[in-house]
């Protein structure tokens, strides 16, 4: 049992990791390429979306690697695995505090009603979701190594 315990939870982290590294280097640039309003546009709107299905994806999973951490407490790679947590628990921290309130507000934005400094705004969401990435890219690669 401890087993499948281990493989879905990396599995949850690993689909999460790729769907927010695809957001940071592929999804992102993609949008700032369109022309005119597209982009910002293409932003809000992923923002609306990604918005509300992150937050459980990310909770979920510390949800798991916390199960995982406490059912094989007296297994090898146990050390690896809070440290996952821990990494996934700042990242969950990061969100609340630096990035959501950015996607609060950029998710209603419109052609009409954005703010001058917008484009500010989404460049400051992306350095922060680009540290966001690398830090639950370590958790994952941690979960892997616990996994030997």
């Given at each position: 049992?401890?087993n499948?315990?281990?493989?879905?939870?990396?599995?949850?982290?690993?689909?999460?990791?790729g769907?927010?590294?695809?957001?940071?280097?592929?999804?992102n640039?993609?949008?700032?390429?369109?022309?005119?309003?597209?982009?910002?546009?293409?932003?809000?709107?992923g923002?609306?979306?990604?918005?509300?299905?992150?937050?459980?994806?990310?909770?979920?999973?510390?949800?798991?690697?916390?199960?995982?951490?406490?059912?094989?407490?007296?297994?090898?790679?146990?050390?690896?695995?809070?440290?996952?947590g821990?990494?996934?628990?700042?990242?969950?921290?990061?969100?609340?505090l630096?990035?959501?309130?950015?996607?609060?507000?950029?998710?209603?934005?419109?052609?009409?009603?954005?703010?001058?400094?917008?484009?500010?705004?989404?460049?400051r969401?992306?350095r922060?979701?680009?540290?966001r990435v690398?830090?639950?890219?370590?958790?994952?690669?941690?979960?892997?190594?616990?996994?030997?």
């Amino acid at each position: 049992m401890l087993n499948a315990l281990e493989v879905f939870t990396t599995v949850a982290v690993g689909l999460m990791v790729g769907v927010e590294f695809s957001v940071a280097f592929v999804m992102n640039p993609i949008f700032n390429a369109l022309p005119e309003d597209s982009g910002q546009l293409g932003r809000a709107h992923g923002g609306r979306m990604l918005g509300a299905v992150m937050p459980v994806w990310y909770i979920g999973s510390l949800f798991l690697v916390a199960v995982w951490a406490i059912a094989g407490w007296h297994h090898q790679g146990t050390g690896l695995v809070v440290t996952a947590g821990a990494l996934l628990i700042l990242s969950v921290v990061m969100s609340i505090l630096l990035l959501v309130p950015i996607n609060n507000r950029g998710k209603t934005w419109t052609p009409e009603n954005r703010p001058a400094d917008w484009k500010e705004q989404m460049n400051r969401w992306d350095r922060f979701h680009y540290v966001r990435v690398a830090v639950i890219i370590a958790a994952f690669a941690l979960l892997v190594a616990a996994l030997a």
